[in-house]
Nanobody, 122 residues
Framework: QVQLVESGGGLVQAGGSLRLSCAAS???????LGWFRQAPGKEREFVAA????????YYKDSVKGRFTGSKDNAKNTAYLQMNSLKPEDSGAYYC????????????????WGQGTQVTVSS
C-alpha cells in the first residue's frame, strides 16, 4: 500500500507557474508515476508520466514544453513543474503510481492521492 499526498496547487494568473508535489508514504523507486487532472464536468485526463527511475517522462501534447515531471526516489517525492499556465490547465490534479511501467491510462494505476486544485485565471 502506498499513500500519496499532493500539494502545491493554488490560484495563479495565466502565464504564471506552479510546482506540484506528490509525497509517498514509503519508498516508491519501483513505481512509475502518473499525473492526471480533472476539470469540472469533464473526464479525468492524462497529463504526464514518469518512469520508476525518473529517467523517462512523457506528456500530454498540450502541456509539452510547459510542464516538467520529475521523481526524487531518495525523497519519495515527485514533482510537476508547470510553467506558462493557461486557463484550460485548471482542474484538480492527481498523482498516481503503479509498479514499474508508466502508462497514460488512469485505470492502470493502483494508488492515488486526494488531489490538489489548480485554478488559472485569464
Amino acid at each position: 500500500q502506498v499513500q500519496l499526498v499532493e500539494s502545491g496547487g493554488g490560484l495563479v494568473q495565466a502565464g504564471g507557474s506552479l510546482r506540484l508535489s506528490c509525497a509517498a508514504s514509503r519508498t516508491f523507486r519501483n513505481y512509475a508515476l502518473g499525473w492526471f487532472r480533472q476539470a469540472p464536468g469533464k473526464e479525468r485526463e492524462f497529463v504526464a508520466a514518469i518512469s520508476s527511475s525518473g529517467d523517462t517522462t512523457y506528456y500530454k501534447d498540450s502541456v509539452k514544453g510547459r510542464f516538467t515531471g520529475s521523481k526524487d526516489n531518495a525523497k519519495n517525492t515527485a514533482y510537476l513543474q508547470m510553467n506558462s499556465l493557461k486557463p484550460e490547465d485548471s482542474g484538480a490534479y492527481y498523482c498516481a503510481v503503479r509498479p514499474f511501467v508508466s502508462s497514460r491510462k488512469d485505470h492502470e494505476y493502483d494508488y492515488w492521492g486526494q488531489g490538489t486544485q489548480v485554478t488559472v485565471s485569464s
